[in-house]
DNA sequence: CGTGCCGTTGAGGTAAATCAATGGCTGTGG
DNA sequence: CCACAGCCATTGATTTACCTCAACGGCACG
């Protein structure tokens, strides 16, 4: 059975802006029901225009692009909290494909609901614009890493944002947190080969800064790790609204 | 003296979504004024928080980050119509910078206004929620680009884009477009050294597909473009909103 | 016990970066 | 008027970061 959104135990995060009980069951109204997914789970497809609009409430994915040369761009990896299908509610299709990475648990609404938030609710639409600047800005960010940063500190960029969002959603136990993706997901990530990802995290791991093993990243220096990073991504830690 | 909204000279382009007599109305009254710029002018500046949000009347720029190692990413190329400061708006400052290319006219508009679109004019809220989607995308469509294609593929990306773009304003003359920008930019855009750059449009030239002369590009073969770019982006083209 | 997926490592090749030099053009000041 | 400096495009020479190819081992699964 689904969970009252007044009880969605991602709310008690404080990373998520609290709503006002009506508010909540404006929300709740929205909610049309809920979906667990499996492993590599297609959830929406580039060119679809999916019915049904998502929200993470467990679980990690993936959102990628396929080119027509057959290389994959993974735009971004999916975390609890995030909203998923805006692009098909915005534009009538998605231009990226999403997969679950680990089984994933989702809420869902219904897409025809959409137009009305505008109409209704226009604090809803305000968060919903939000998150799509916020999207953009990270794009942003990924887009002059991988343009103008070299391979190890791209890595290091990377790992320092998982960290970070990993971190703020409670995920993390330490300096210790879940990675189930393979080096293939962070390869294509980045812009670099499977190989060279590889001996980019060998390098890492040499110089005592971060290890991934057994589908867990271990940050040993997150000093450094910043440092080659080129600063720290607060955008990963900010309040967010939790629709 | 201001141009009214109304007669607005973008307007009458087909690729911007026609207002009622009421919507410009409401558009003039947000609107606060005009503002012209010179060359190389920064309007917009990375950590700011902008007072002032523009729609591009005339003129070309440069959106851009300037990262901690000193290189620069350029994030798109600006075009009339397009519209500027969305960041600061949602996010209370700029994570990134505009610089004007050419000589610009600018539409402004009072930020202090912005929120109040949401509350009484929801259409226009998804107007801009519509825009940060498409430029969402776009990124998305940069990052696969630099991402997982080689130099001269990501060449003819951004030519194929600035054509259709220039194309769709009505600023191109059959095959040739005005190019305002220095190969540096390009370079910086897509990841690339400007020698790099530099010998990359030799090859295009060279192969009879685009040539580069007196700040016009002119496409030989559209088709070798487009076979090299991997696809037509129709989002250059599509009908957008003009606020 | 095979088969397939994933991570790891080495060898060798290449695309792209860096370095360096030149020429055209523009603006400026003597 | 010319001399000079600064910016930009162009080209060649050299270096390097990253890619491709290939092989191997661990591990899960049927």
Redesign the pocket.
């Known amino acids: 059975m689904p969970v009252a959104c007044r009880n969605c135990p991602l709310r008690r995060r404080e990373i998520f802006a609290p709503l006002s009980d009506q508010e909540l069951a404006f929300v709740q109204r929205f909610k049309s029901g809920e979906l667990k997914v499996a492993p590599n789970m297609q959830l929406l497809m580039e060119g679809s225009n999916s019915p049904q609009l998502y929200t993470v409430l467990s679980g990690q994915g993936l959102r990628y692009k396929t080119l027509e040369n057959g290389h994959r761009q993974v735009l971004n990896f999916v975390f609890p909290g995030d909203f998923l299908g805006l692009q098909a509610g915005m534009l009538g299709e998605m231009h990226h494909s999403v997969e679950a990475t680990t089984e994933m648990v989702l809420c869902v609404f219904d897409r025809k609901e959409f137009f009305q938030i505008f109409r209704q609710y226009p604090e809803r639409a305000y968060d919903i614009t939000w998150l799509a600047a916020t999207e953009e800005h990270f794009l942003g960010e990924s887009l002059a890493s991988i343009g103008q940063?070299?391979?190890?500190a791209?890595m290091a960029w990377a790992l320092q944002r998982l960290h970070a969002r990993a971190e703020a959603l409670g995920l993390a136990n330490g300096d210790s947190f879940p990675m189930p993706?393979?080096?293939?997901d962070l390869?294509d990530a980045l812009?670099?080969?499977?190989?060279?990802?590889?001996?980019?995290?060998?390098r890492l791991r040499d110089r005592q800064i971060a290890s991934?093993?057994e589908g867990h990243i271990k940050i040993h220096s997150l000093t450094a790790l910043r440092e080659l990073a080129g600063g720290t991504d607060e955008s990963a830690t900010m309040t967010r609204p939790l629709i």
Chains 1, 2 share one sequence.
């Open positions: 940063m070299a391979a190890v791209r993706y393979r080096q293939q390869a812009g670099l080969s499977l190989v060279h990802t590889n001996k980019t995290l060998a991934w093993a």
